[in-house]
């Protein structure tokens, strides 16, 4: 079945630096992605949506500056994470839809855990 | 009020029970609704979709109830690896923005 994959899956951090998730779809074109965050026993809440060879569009309350999405291809979207505080510690998992699958099921990748120390 | 709402349980159950729970959305315009299963630290896994007439997938069963918005689950002769969480996830429109309860957890003991 179709694939997405993320990397890297773990990461720890300084406060202050800034971290690149990558989102790929591994046997498919994504013209769409989605990026979430999930924070301890939590529900994934959509951050934006990456649509490719265009601007991603963001959810209400957060900061495309900090949150800077480019997905220039149609099988990669990457995430990075600006200046990076404790505070944005989370799970970060993106999603896409094989737009050749039933149903439209959109699959997940295996999430990223970022730690900022 | 949150888009999707669970019990949050935690259901601990023996093997072989029967569990079911709901989950309640508050968008009448909801048009799609699923079943995803996420264990601890992992990515969520499409359980299974629900349909208006109800569906069943093995040992699974889903229910929709548009009238009184909610869904059901339902997991028939409990196995130990069905413990995990179980997230409703409903989808506004076909723009596959998905919106996600946070989940209940089960717990299935020998």
Partial sequence: ?117 | RKEVEQDPGPFNVPEGATVAFNCTYSNSASQSFFWYRQDCRKEPKLLMSVYSSGNEDGRFTAQLNRASQYISLLIRDSKLSDSATYLCVVSRSNDYKLSFGAGTTVTVRA
């Fill in chain 1, 1 to 117: 079945g179709a694939v997405v994959s993320q990397h890297p899956s773990w990461v720890i951090c300084k406060s202050g630096t800034s971290v690149k998730i990558e989102c790929r779809s591994l046997d498919f074109q994504a013209t769409t992605m989605f990026w979430y965050r999930q924070f301890p026993k939590q529900s994934l809440m959509l951050m934006a949506t990456s649509n490719e060879g265009s601007k991603a569009t963001y959810e209400q309350g957060v900061e495309k500056d900090k949150f800077l999405i480019n997905h220039a291809s149609l099988t990669l979207s990457t995430l990075t994470v600006t200046s990076a505080h404790p505070e944005d510690s989370s799970f970060y998992i993106c999603s896409a839809r094989d737009p050749q699958g039933i149903n439209g099921e959109l699959f997940f990748g295996e999430g990223s855990r970022l730690t900022v120390l």
